[in-house]
């Protein structure tokens, strides 16, 4: 018997439950055999789905504090535009920055305003 995808696979499976095998066991001894690895396919499902119920609540405990975030940051995010805006410095040529999010870090200290 092979292995497709983690799960047990034979030629019946692929045939319905077809009366020529292709290896030469006869159709009961391939039933004997299903009957004993079936369970232990339903047993690593069963730890599959726990595994993937445990991720589950901690996505669901984590993206509410995400969000609660980020609508902190839009309501942050323009107070801070117009507060740039009013002091003068150029905020428009920084925002198709290198981050992926339209930002670039911003360098504070002795020659900030220089680009080498």
């Not at 609508?71 to 740039?84: A, D, G, K, M, Y």
């Amino acid at each position: 018997m092979s292995t497709f995808a983690g799960i047990g696979f034979s030629p019946y499976a692929a045939q319905g439950f077809g009366v020529q095998p292709f290896g030469g066991v006869p159709p009961v001894q391939q039933i004997v055999q299903w009957l004993q690895i079936v369970p232990q396919q339903l047993q690593q499902i069963q730890i599959l789905q726990q595994q993937q119920l445990a991720h589950l609540q901690q996505l669901l405990q984590i993206v509410p504090a995400q969000l609660q975030q980020l609508q902190q940051l839009i309501q942050v995010v323009p107070q801070n535009v117009q507060h740039l805006q009013q002091q003068g410095q150029p905020f428009g040529p920084s925002i198709s920055g290198p981050l992926g999010f339209g930002l670039t870090p911003q360098v504070f200290g002795p020659g900030a305003g220089h680009v080498m």
